[in-house]
């Protein structure tokens, strides 16, 4: 199994403030990085596929880079409805491992 | 666009079956391969199960080997998952989710859809 090391497991930002969230995987996985928002009682949604594929209709402060097998996930400038929690994902082999989750809270 | 609404949650004794399902709309279901992705109370996202279009090739986490089995039926638009055995630790709110399959004709896998969760509780 790959396994996905997300970090940090939780920030507070302010509204404007650039905000960057890791993913690491513990081998290649050919750009097949995956990042979901989930939000409390509800269910998660896509926000970037193929590790900088921004998902349709999401808007385009968020966007996603790599660097091998190192991938993150930018909040150009925060704001308040970003309150929620993010989830990377591998989605180069079977099983699709998920990381552990970041929760971002607006200061 | 495309819907998914979960169903056959509920409580369950240790050691007992649930069979949940998933309807699909608004979209060609046989066309998408589909998984199964649960959550358990204030944890994060663990993939548990993963279908192809035609309901022949299956893959299931360690977790839930020989206990779940994942299905589909393309004729009802309808997902499923069987679960046996349950134990208290698969208590959480399951979710089934599309798979993109493919990005602009390359192999790629994405879950862009998502139904609302249907919630699983293992408890005498």
């Known amino acids: 199994d790959i396994q996905m090391t997300q970090s940090p497991s939780s920030l507070s930002a302010s509204v404007g403030e650039r905000v960057t969230i890791s993913c690491r995987a513990r081998?290649?996985?050919?750009?097949?990085l995956n990042w979901y928002q989930q939000k409390p009682g509800r269910a998660p949604e896509l926000l970037v596929y193929?590790?900088?594929s921004l998902e349709s209709g999401v808007p385009s402060r968020f966007s996603g880079s790599e660097s091998g097998t190192d991938f993150t996930l930018t909040i150009s400038s925060l704001q308040p409805e970003d309150c929620a929690t993010y989830y990377c994902q591998q989605s180069y082999s079977l099983p699709y491992t998920f990381g552990q989750g970041t929760k971002l809270e607006i200061k | 666009e495309g819907q998914l609404v979960e169903s056959g949650g509920g409580l369950v004794q240790p050691g007992g079956s649930l069979r949940l399902s998933c309807a699909a709309s608004g979209f060609t279901f046989s066309n998408y391969e589909m998984n199964w992705v649960r959550q358990a109370p204030g944890k994060g996202l663990e993939w548990i199960a993963y279908i192809d279009t035609s309901g022949i090739t299956t893959y299931h986490a360690d977790s839930v080997k020989g206990r779940f089995a994942i299905s589909r039926d393309n004729a009802k638009n309808s997902l499923y998952l069987q679960m046996n055995s349950l134990r208290a630790e698969d208590a959480a709110v399951y979710y089934c989710?599309?798979?993109?399959?493919?990005?602009?004709?390359?192999?790629?896998?994405?879950?862009?859809?998502w139904g609302q969760g249907t919630l699983v509780t293992v408890s005498s």
């Open positions: 193929s590790s900088s």
């Open positions: 989710a599309r798979d993109s399959g493919t990005c602009s004709g390359i192999e790629c896998h994405h879950f862009d859809r």
């Open positions: 081998q290649n996985i050919n750009s097949q």
